[in-house]
């Protein structure tokens, strides 16, 4: 019998990565590379919008997920004060329903130490995008897509619930969620118990999925399951520990 879950937790996913300093033209590039892999992640994911004053005036500004085009969109989100702030750019996929939407948020090319580069998630709710996208399968293309793209730190795709107990506030810390990607030069990931999946990506990292149901934060096993395997990879010195 599957898991049950409250239809109030919410779900993101997120990238992560430090200082990299790039220009305009090769954040675009990695933006085209996500947006084409995105596109075979979800039907949800195939369009995207620019965000504009109203729903109406936004299904009238599409992406175009050219390299030239995107270019512009990432040009458009330089940071006009500071420059090592780097660019910021979202997009929004025009679901008719917000609670089954999904919104994308991208910093990149920032080279301040102070604030990281990041590629966020906000994923639907509740609807019939929401009922195929919070699946183990297509959370691990997800967040498969963000890592081959951008290149992160690492990337999760987790329940906000489970992120606010486990958050503590410490930039360093590295959460392990439903779906987690750990890049490469992070150590080698050791062997993790049962119902734990382990998957490499290309040559970037490992894709961790700690269980085929659906993670919440309001199962203790689960829980206690998330907690087991930020215990190893911090012992195994992939994670600090916590």
């Known amino acids: ?129 929401a009922d195929r996208v919070l699946v183990a399968p297509v959370l691990s293309g997800l967040v498969r897509s963000m890592a081959t793209a951008w290149e992160p730190d690492f990337a999760v795709a987790m329940s906000s619930e489970h992120l606010q107990s486990v958050d503590q506030g410490d930039p360093a810390v590295l959460w392990i969620g439903w779906v987690t990607y750990i890049a490469r030069q992070r150590g080698k990931v050791p062997p993790l118990p049962a119902p734990v999946r382990i998957e490499p990506v290309e040559d970037k990292g490992t894709l961790i999925v700690l269980t085929p149901e659906r993670f919440t934060a309001r199962n203790p096993d689960h829980l206690a399951l998330a907690a087991r395997v930020t215990e190893l990879l911090a012992r195994a010195g992939v994670v600090p520990p916590v």
């Open 1 to 129: 019998m599957p898991t049950a879950f409250h239809k109030d937790e919410t779900y993101f996913a997120g990238a992560y990565w430090g200082a990299r300093r790039e220009a305009a033209a090769a954040c675009a590039l990695r933006a085209e590379a996500l947006f084409a892999s995105l596109a075979n992640v979800d039907a949800s994911f195939r369009q995207w919008f620019r965000q504009g004053k109203s729903r109406k005036d936004a299904l009238l500004r599409p992406i175009v997920p050219t390299r030239a085009e995107l270019e512009k969109l990432v040009s458009d989100g330089r940071d006009r004060v500071v420059e090592e702030l780097g660019f910021r750019f979202s997009a929004w996929n025009g679901a008719s329903d917000d609670q089954d939407g999904s919104a994308l948020r991208v910093t990149c090319g920032g080279y301040s130490e102070r604030v990281g580069n990041t590629c966020m998630f906000d994923l639907p709710s509740k609807g019939p995008n």
